[in-house]
């Protein structure tokens, strides 16, 4: 087994729980090639860590067990996996099918992602260091009675890294996968599980669906970069009466249709409309017209895939801001949030606020919001979900 050793600094750190090690904090030359497993050892030579090993990644190391050597097996998985299900035990007796049930190393799994869609689960691969332990995680999964289809999606990093592996591989059960549907809170969607973003849908949104939900009753409704209508959804059956969605993609506003015919077919209570571009531009648009809304929703993409990227991040969320901001009624409110791991908490809600500010507006009674229960984050740099809402001032 591969053999590696790192400084002491780190090894305080790892000692600690953090879960990755880079190629440039390596102490030691590695001649193997091959992906797999690997031993970290401390200064002494004594075993530190077990994990994964992916020389063609500048993150190398993934812990997968701290201090104790223990055998990699079906039985170790298992274990991990069954601890993640009944830490959501709950969300099934929420009216809610779909869900993320492995969160990557914050259960135990560095690298790697499950979503449950009703009887469809999707695993995504981070790391091809998995791809040898496939078979495993398949039996695992199958230790549950509603599994019918295990779907295999791929990071752009793991795409090309393996002529067995394609993105949207059916691991187990019949193909072609045909749209998947599952609930929310009692509410039903439809997802493409193959193809669409991430595993299909954003999991991670729905506590902060359901707080949209609860706030919508009477309200005109603007959702910003709406994709598939999971916010939408929600504002409509929490009684909203008018709606307007705004995204560049075509096919996403296509699906967000079609889950509100799957919710709503009787469409004569609410009014909803449908802009297809840029987000910016059509708010820009929309200011022109003297549009206004009882609650505008922002739900920008990562800005930020890198460090780098931040500065450029936190401009983009205070131009969202100021443009959203504009467009909401006298007594109105404002949701946005940030789903970009390099951009803090304490930053994006600054950021926001620098937006209000310039369009001459304040946040009053604000809440923040971060991950739900089936998205832990144990270790800092996962904790990219934040939101923020609030009532809408006039700057005095």
């Not at 035990?89 to 009703?118: A, C, H, K």
């Not at 991430?198 to 999991?203: D, I, P, V, Y």
Request: proline fraction near 3%; glycine fraction near 6%; hydrophobic fraction near 40%.
């Amino acid at each position: 087994m591969i053999k590696i050793k790192i400084s002491k600094t780190l090894e305080a750190k790892v000692r600690k729980g953090y879960p990755w090690v880079f190629k440039y904090q390596l102490q030691n030359e590695v001649k193997e090639s091959s992906d797999g497993l690997a031993v970290l050892y401390d200064h002494k030579n004594r075993f530190l860590a077990i994990g994964l090993w992916d020389p063609d990644s500048d993150l190398c190391f993934r812990v997968l067990n701290l201090l104790e050597p223990v055998k990699i097996d079906f039985e170790f998985f298992l274990k991990r996996f069954q601890k993640a299900l009944s830490l959501r035990e709950e969300l099934s007796g929420q009216g809610t099918t779909g869900y993320r049930v492995l969160n990557g190393e914050n259960d135990g799994f560095p690298g790697l992602i499950l979503d449950r869609y009703d009887k469809t689960w999707v695993l995504k691969v981070y790391t091809k260091s998995w791809f040898d332990h496939l078979d495993r995680i398949v039996e695992v999964i199958k230790t549950q009675k509603n599994v019918e289809h295990i779907v295999l999606r791929l990071a752009r990093n793991t795409a090309n890294s393996s002529s067995n592996f394609i993105d949207g591989k059916v691991l187990y059960g019949s193909t072609p996968i045909t749209s998947v549907q599952f609930s929310e809170n009692g509410l039903k969607f439809n997802v493409d599980v193959v193809k669409g973003q991430k595993t299909g849908f954003f999991l991670d949104q729905r506590e902060n669906r359901l707080q949209i939900k609860h706030i919508s009753s009477g309200l005109s409704v603007l959702n910003v970069f709406s994709y598939t209508g999971g916010f939408s959804i929600y504002a409509i059956s929490g009684g909203c009466k008018k709606l307007l969605e705004i995204d560049s993609n075509r096919f996403a506003l296509k699906s967000s249709l079609q889950n509100l015919q799957l919710n709503f077919p009787d469409r004569s209570n609410f009014e909803h409309q449908q802009l297809e571009g840029d987000a910016f531009e059509k708010l820009k648009e929309l200011k022109l017209k003297n549009s206004q809304f009882d609650l505008v929703i922002l739900d920008p993409p990562a800005f930020a895939r890198n460090k780098k990227h931040r500065p450029q991040a936190l401009e983009a969320y205070s131009r969202l801001a100021e443009l959203g901001v504009q467009l909401v009624a006298p007594g109105g409110r404002l949701f946005a949030a940030s789903c970009s791991a390099h951009v803090s908490a304490e930053e994006f809600f600054k950021a926001v606020n620098i937006g209000v500010a310039s369009a001459q507006k304040l946040l009053a009674e604000v809440s923040w919001t971060g991950h739900a229960v089936d998205h832990p984050t144990v270790f800092a740099e996962f904790q990219y979900l934040k939101a923020i809402v609030g009532w809408v001032k006039q700057k005095k």
